[in-house]
């Protein structure tokens, strides 16, 4: 029976690992341990910044309505309950994009919020 080496298929996977840590430094980008160490870090960080960034961008968009919704005269909570209340379906990205590029739309939109019943 013929002898089997295996380094092909190791050097093929240490490069592959040595590739993903270019830019690294140091060891990190050199040293296959310590470089498949870095990847898999990067792996796990990629990963729960994914998730991490919705909750976000969420935290940024409900900061810009809130503070676009104290300019025009209401509260953040009661903006989002006259929202709801008056059958709006627009969502947080879309109006913090109009409180931040168009004032006056979502200062319309705050008046019409506030015209609803039981809203103050």
């Not at 295996?6 to 310590?34: D, N």
């Not at 160490?37 to 969420?58: I, L, P, S």
């Not at 025009?72 to 989002?80: A, D, K, M, P, Q």
Request: aromatic share 10%; charged share 30%.
């Amino acid at each position: 029976m013929p002898r089997v080496k295996r380094g092909i298929m190791t050097h093929k996977r240490h490069k592959k690992t040595l590739i993903r840590a270019k830019g690294y430094w140091g060891g990190r980008s050199r040293l296959f341990k310590t470089a498949k160490e870095a990847v898999m870090h990067a792996f796990q960080y990629a990963y729960r910044d994914r998730r991490t960034k919705k909750r976000d961008f969420r935290r940024l968009w409900i900061s810009r309505i809130s503070i676009a919704c104290r300019l025009n005269g209401i509260t953040y909570s009661r903006f989002i309950e006259g929202l709801s209340k008056a059958g709006n379906e627009m969502d947080r990205k879309v109006l913090a994009d109009l409180a931040v590029r168009d004032a006056e739309a979502f200062a319309s939109i705050v008046e019409s919020v506030k015209s609803q019943p039981a809203i103050a």
